[in-house]
């Protein structure tokens, strides 16, 4: 497209560095149990209080990599879930595994934690499927206010549903070089997903160099929900059933550097689509719809035409599997592929004058030609059944007899792919597209690029914006800047000095941050009309403004 801007490589560099866990951190070891006891990790972390049986503070759960560790009932904290592994284990593993063990009742827990704080996992290997052949719903429930969702260099296979389900608001989610696979539910082509966002708005989205694989429904789930800035870069996913964003709501976008192979294979019909997008047009893979006024202001904006999005250097491409899928269903009950993007969001995209700031371009679709990757056999047979029976169901792997065997993903695939493949050097700064974690030397080399480019373009000084809109009603924006890594607060407190809520209360890297107040104390009432002091603090500096609330 003609107004195509160039990304810059700081844009991609806001993530890096943000998920190295903890500075300062009192760190618990958790060394393997040798007895292999499968409430091990629940009674470690219950049992682990101050004299006062009180949760310690800032606790950091450090397990053994290459250990072995069970759950059996789903952890639940008023405070922060903070779990890495450390250390090597045999043939240098660099994860600790966390099983599913059954509990007294021989069930299987519903899912791993419900978590009232921050949540990050690190070099953790989670299988959330159990010896009776049952799936875990859900990894973990988050409902804290303004909590920090981390997750860096972790694998998670066989959620019988989600991997987070969040039910707070403002929340925010990093998740980086990390591998997801066999995310499955009965519910249908739409159930199974990595995040889904309950009702309420939310602060930033970051996925940086994962790969996904096997996704029965969409990625990630805001939906109706505004979202402050929504990334998506250099990410390989191969075999999805629906789109990998249920989201129209489009504010502050950047989808970059990805590869969507064998992705929204399941197509859809007349009757999909009326019960789909709004307007009942296809989907497609980025789509835009009009953001309700009220809501506008959530995200600081005042008007539609101040949307943005930046979406380049992407593949979208169906191997010959799905494409013989779908030519099948078309004939059989006009089942479409699935476009880039439908009518209306192609319009507003080529609609210079009424949109000035989305920059959308169409996708390579190519065959990236990689060295080799799970087979589309299984899904599509999944997909088929779903066409011809209307029945709903888990995507399990089958043989021809029907009878259900293990999923083809659960051994090595190698999604790298030749120099000679035009995804090799299509993304931003001349990088293979995709997760770069598949080509390590150049995943080296995009650091080093993008470290370079944030220290020199990044603001490098602390401080505190005015908030924006000011007067406001009910919800501002609160930009803010840190100069380095490490634990920070912003908080609200009124002109006695009392603390209304607090905004961001943990650690966040290098560079400038967007938060969102809704007007609202921590009892979760809407506060009075006035003047209240935002006050932001980290590293030993403190800045403060004075934020109009006007009804």
């Not at 003609?2 to 060394?31: E, M, S, T, W």
């Not at 206010?145 to 991997?163: H, I, K």
């Not at 993008?450 to 924006?468: D, I, T």
């Not at 290098?510 to 809407?526: E, K, Y």
Request: hydrophobic share 35%; glycine share 8%; net charge negative.
């Amino acid at each position: 497209m003609a107004k195509r801007v160039a990304i810059v490589a700081v844009v991609f560099g806001l993530f890096l560095g943000l998920v190295p866990v903890v500075h300062a951190q009192n760190y618990l070891d958790v060394p393997p149990d040798p007895n292999f006891a499968k409430d091990y990790l629940n009674n470690v972390i219950y049992g682990d209080t101050t004299e006062s049986g009180d949760r310690v503070p800032d606790r950091v759960y450090r397990l053994q990599a290459g250990g072995i560790y069970y759950f059996n009932n789903i952890i639940k904290l008023k405070t922060d879930l903070k779990i890495v592994a450390e250390g090597e284990g045999e043939g240098g593993f660099n994860k600790a595994i966390i099983l599913t063990g059954l509990n007294d009742q021989g069930k299987q827990p519903s899912r791993f934690a419900d978590v009232h704080g921050d949540i990050c996992f690190k070099n953790l290997y989670f299988s959330l499927v159990t010896e009776n052949d049952k799936q875990v719903r859900e990894l973990a429930r988050e409902y804290k206010d303004g909590a920090v969702l981390r997750m860096e260099n972790c694998f998670v296979e066989w959620p019988n549903g989600l991997v987070f389900r969040v039910y707070s608001a403002n929340t925010s989610l990093y998740i980086k070089d990390s591998y997801f696979r066999n995310i499955t539910n009965v519910g249908g082509p739409f159930a199974g997903k990595i995040a889904q966002f309950q009702h309420n708005p939310v602060n930033e989205i970051v996925l940086q160099n994962n790969t996904m694989a096997n996704i029965q429904g969409p990625l990630i789930a805001p939906r109706f929900n505004t979202v402050g800035l929504f990334k998506f870069d250099h990410n390989t996913v191969v075999n999805e059933l629906k789109w990998p964003f249920h989201f129209e709501y489009w504010t502050n976008g950047v989808v970059t550097n990805n590869i969507f192979f064998n992705v929204s294979a399941y197509g859809e019909n007349r009757a999909d689509a009326s019960n789909q997008d709004q307007e009942g047009l296809v989907f497609g893979i980025i789509n835009l719809y009009t953001v309700p006024d009220s809501l506008l202001p959530q995200v600081g904006l005042t008007s539609q035409s101040e949307r943005r999005m930046e979406v380049h250097n992407n593949l979208y491409y169906h191997d010959e599997v799905v494409k013989a899928y779908l030519a099948k269903w078309w004939e059989a009950d006009s089942v479409r592929e699935e476009p880039w993007m439908n009518e209306r969001s192609r319009a507003w995209a080529e609609d210079d004058s009424t949109y000035p700031y989305l920059n959308i371009d169409d996708p390579i679709e190519e065959d990236p030609e990689f060295v080799e990757y799970p087979t589309a056999d299984s899904m599509v047979k999944k997909m088929d059944h779903w066409r011809s029976t209307g029945k709903k169901g888990v995507w399990w792997y089958v043989d021809d007899d029907g009878n259900k065997v293990s999923n083809p993903t659960d051994r090595p695939h190698d999604l790298s792919f030749p120099t000679t493949s035009v995804a090799y050097t299509a993304a931003e700064g001349g990088f293979p597209l995709g997760d770069l974690n598949w080509f390590p030397e150049k995943k080296a080399e995009w650091v080093s690029a993008v470290e370079e480019s944030r220290h020199a373009s990044m603001p490098a000084e602390f401080g505190l914006l005015q908030n924006y809109p000011n007067p406001f009603n009910p919800t501002t924006r609160v930009v803010y800047s840190l100069e380095k890594s490490g634990k920070m607060k912003l908080v609200v407190y009124d002109l006695m000095g009392r603390k209304v809520r607090t905004l961001v209360d943990g650690e966040m890297p290098a560079g400038q941050h967007v938060a969102v107040w809704d007007g609202r104390g921590s009892d979760g009432l809407p506060v009075a009309s006035g003047i209240y002091l935002c006050r932001l603090e980290s590293a030993g500096k403190v800045a403060v403004r004075k934020m109009i609330l006007s009804k």
